[in-house]
């Protein structure tokens, strides 16, 4: 079983950025893809980005695309989301997930971390 803590949330104005970071410890972090998922209020929980255990290939929510980019650092079994121009339907909590099928934006249901609160102001 994984470990995950994420942290890097906070509250933003519209346009601002955030970083954030989710540390993963228990089996072999760089053996499986990781990816971000958010939920926000009165919402199911959805897919943001994935990305494979090098580091080579990463995948992007449509309605992300082009403002996030997600990253890992194997050496530090961390993996990173940077978000850019922000918008409040952007508010939600961000969670970090690991398994084979996170790539493809398939959560893992035994690898949730307790997730980190994004609001952003307009």
């Not at 309605?63 to 918008?87: E, F």
């Not at 307790?114 to 952003?120: A, E, F, I, P, S």
Request: proline share 4%.
């Amino acid at each position: 079983q994984v470990q995950l803590v994420e942290s890097g949330g906070g509250l933003v104005q519209a346009g601002g950025s955030l970083r954030l970071s989710c540390a993963a410890s228990g089996r072999t972090f760089s053996s499986y893809p990781m990816g971000w998922f958010r939920q926000a209020p009165g919402k199911e929980r959805e897919f943001v980005a994935s990305i494979n255990w090098s580091g080579g290939t990463t995948y992007y929510a449509e309605s992300m695309k082009g403002r996030v980019t997600i990253s890992r650092d194997n050496a530090k079994n961390t993996v990173y989301l940077q978000m850019n121009s922000l918008k409040p339907e952007d508010t939600a909590v961000y969670y970090c997930n690991a398994g084979p099928k996170v790539i493809i934006g398939i959560p893992d249901s035994g690898s949730w971390g307790q997730g980190t609160q994004v609001t952003v102001s307009s």
